[in-house]
């Protein structure tokens, strides 16, 4: 079947097979390979992507599912310059990136939620990145990141 849809801002047709899932699209098939197969069941988060918007298990969704929606993988989210964007950057500043498996399903977790609540808690950050699992920072700093950005998107409105 032919798939079309836009994928981090621009447009993608694509013939795929009906049982193929949307992260062995992105992966196998248009190299984006940010996304990364974990479990397979839908329980690490690493497959992570925002599907219009919303979080993901890439690995569950079939990439069928997809078609005439937006699809953003970490390979979308980048500052201005092209470089990391102002939640990627808080998390190298606080040390919220170590091994790097999890870490794009991570950002998209918070950005999913910076999208909905633009002064979440730590609790409401917690709940939001609970989908995703880390074996290396113990997550006290990728909430950081998250919390941080929070705060200096909402400064940054106030002063704008």
Do not use: W
């Amino acid at each position: 079947m032919r798939i079309g849809f836009q994928l981090n801002g621009s447009p993608v047709s694509v013939e795929a097979p009906d049982d193929l899932s949307l992260l062995h699209l992105l992966r196998d098939r248009l190299g984006f390979t940010g996304a990364k197969e974990g479990c397979g069941i839908g329980e690490c988060g690493a497959c992570s992507v925002l599907l219009d918007g919303q979080l993901v298990n890439s690995c569950l969704t079939l990439a069928a599912q997809a078609d005439g929606r937006e699809v953003i993988t970490i390979e979308g989210v980048r500052g201005p310059d092209g470089g990391p964007n102002d939640l990627q950057r808080a998390f190298i500043d606080a040390g919220a990136v170590q091994c790097g498996y999890c870490t794009p399903g991570m950002v998209l977790a918070g950005e999913a939620l910076l999208a909905k609540n633009r002064r979440p808690t730590r609790a409401q950050i917690r709940e939001a990145i609970s989908g995703n699992l880390c074996r290396c920072t113990g997550y006290q700093q990728i909430v950081d990141a998250i919390q941080v950005t929070a705060a200096r998107r909402e400064e940054g409105k106030a002063n704008a």
